[in-house]
């Protein structure tokens, strides 16, 4: 594996029933417009299910920050809130599976965002006699997104979010689990969230029914309280799991 950057506020390990019978991989998916609460739903499930977790976009604004032959290639394309070519992605992402962290199942979270993304997704998972067991799909509409981040702040360390006016850290800019610096992203700023928001429409949501046509499409309302959303994603990975062991 190369040298990825943290990738995640968890990582976890082989999740155990009891103490000799392992239950079934669970190799999911989380896609949404930006700003649906994909991270703060990924944050949940990892300690749920103790699966490693990969954000693409973590991955890339690190390699940004430490200024690699990664994050040269991409940082342009992230300013200015377009998609970083499939062939720079692609790479980076199906490198991390093959590692020994994700070898009994992984989250990703945006990964796949075009659909020759997960064609290769697919095809990788295939030639290793592995499958994806389902595609959360997190839904809020275009006015809540802007909303939402355009009052966003990330915490220059773990990436963990909060909102200016909806959930605001308990001292201005300071992180409450490390005490970490809070920046706005460059790309939360109104018109890139725009830009965001087309493209997310024009190349990741045909994602939709291409996972759909695979029967593994499930959807959830983004609106509703991240505590809602949390309720009815761990009880439906939960059964996606108990299905896959039938
Ligand atoms: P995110 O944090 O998921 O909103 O990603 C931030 C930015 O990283 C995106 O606007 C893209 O420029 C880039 N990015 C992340 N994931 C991908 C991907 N799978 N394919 C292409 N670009 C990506």
């Known amino acids: 594996m190369p040298d990825l950057p943290a990738t995640g506020p968890s990582a976890g390990s082989v999740h155990k029933e009891s103490d000799n019978a392992l239950v079934s991989e669970l190799n999911l998916i989380l896609v949404g417009p930006p700003g649906a609460g994909k991270g703060t739903q990924a944050e949940k499930l990892t300690e749920d299910f103790g699966l490693p977790y990969f954000a693409t976009g973590n991955i890339l604004r690190a390699a940004v920050a430490d200024g690699t032959e990664l994050g040269k290639k991409a940082k342009e394309y992230m300013d200015a809130g377009e998609l970083v070519p499939d062939d720079v992605i692609i790479g980076v992402i199906l490198e991390a599976l093959e590692g020994e962290e994700a070898s009994d199942g992984f989250l ?38 802007v909303k ?53 429409h024009e190349q990741t949501e045909p994602l939709v029914e291409y996972y759909e046509g695979r029967d593994l499409l499930r959807r959830f309302d983004g609106s509703r309280s991240p505590t809602d959303v949390h309720d009815h994603v761990r009880a439906t990975v939960a059964t996606l799991r108990l299905e896959d062991e039938l």
């Open 108 to 145: 990703l979270d945006g990964f796949p965002r075009t659909v020759p993304q997960a064609d290769a997704l697919g095809e990788a998972l295939q030639k290793v006699g592995r499958k994806l067991s389902g595609v959360l799909l997190i839904d809020v509409p275009d006015d809540e997104v």
């Open 148 to 200: 939402r981040l355009s009052g966003r702040r990330t915490c220059v360390k773990s990436g963990h979010t909060y909102h200016v006016d909806f959930d605001p850290p308990k001292h201005d800019e300071v992180c409450d689990q490390d005490g970490s610096r809070l920046v706005q992203r460059d790309d939360d700023q109104p018109d890139t969230i725009r830009k965001r928001l087309a493209v997310y």
